[in-house]
């Protein structure tokens, strides 16, 4: 079973003051690099999972969609998804991503953003999505990027020169990694690069997009604080057929 640390109080109050938790879709630094992989979404059946607020739910039945399912294993975040849609078509359901049982061939498109990353099982993951999906259809997905997510102590340091540098090791060891981020003892699943592709690949998808997120020079004019995320890559968007 996953980590469900949305539940609790401490991590959720510091979620909710988030950009992203507050402006939703648009606060989200990475989302017009997905939004360029998206389908066409009208008439489509669209699961979302990992689908916190409800955002990405409600943006895709604006752009016509038939119908959207959307799973999270925090009933904080269902919760609040419930409380903003106001959509008989978008259905919400509290699902353990690590458990999670779809009827297959029963959507057109799947989505997450950002959960993907507490997942153990990645593989048995995979499948059931590709399971799941129409063939034809787009996944696509972001998590942190591996780089980002890979050091044991992860934070900015300086080096000799007075450098700013992310201090990246034990890469080449997957597996579990606890971070303080909004509380203390946050468990995330480290995969290399490859792991993540090779995964998608070997599950049946056809990969057609990788992107290491980072700022243009319009987004470091508007967000110039954003200038650290040149130094290393902190998303990996991830577009991928079925």
């Not at 153990?120 to 999906?133: G, I, M, Q, S, W």
């Not at 967000?223 to 040149?230: A, G, Q, R």
Request: contains cysteine.
């Amino acid at each position: 079973m996953s980590q469900n640390i949305y539940d609790t109080a401490e991590f959720f109050a510091g979620y909710s003051t988030m950009r992203r938790s507050i402006e939703g879709l648009e606060g989200a630094a990475e989302w017009p690099a997905v939004r360029a992989q998206l389908p066409e979404l009208a008439g489509k059946h669209v699961v979302d999972l990992g689908c916190g607020f409800g955002w990405f739910a409600r943006y895709a039945r604006s752009e016509g969609a038939a119908s959207v399912l959307g799973l999270d294993i925090s009933e904080n975040m269902i919760g609040r998804a419930r409380a903003d849609t106001h959509d008989e078509a978008i259905t919400y359901g509290i699902a353990d991503l690590e458990e999670l049982e779809l009827p297959e061939t029963s959507f057109d498109f799947a989505h997450s953003s950002l959960a993907f990353h507490y997942v153990k099982n990645f593989e048995r993951l995979v499948t059931t999505v590709y399971r799941a999906l129409v063939p034809g259809s787009r996944f696509v997905f972001t998590i942190e990027h591996p780089i980002f997510m890979a050091p044991r102590n992860a934070g900015w340091s300086t080096d000799a020169d007075g450098q700013r540098i992310w201090p990246l090791d034990s890469y080449a060891i997957e597996g579990s990694r606890t971070t303080d981020w909004l509380a203390k003892g946050v468990v995330k699943q480290h995969r290399r690069l490859g792991t993540t592709l090779n995964t998608l690949i070997s599950s049946g998808f056809t990969i057609r997009h990788v992107e290491e997120w980072a700022p243009s020079e319009r987004d470091l004019a508007e967000h110039p604080e954003w200038v650290e995320e040149l130094d290393r890559p902190m998303f990996l968007v991830v577009m991928a057929e079925r």
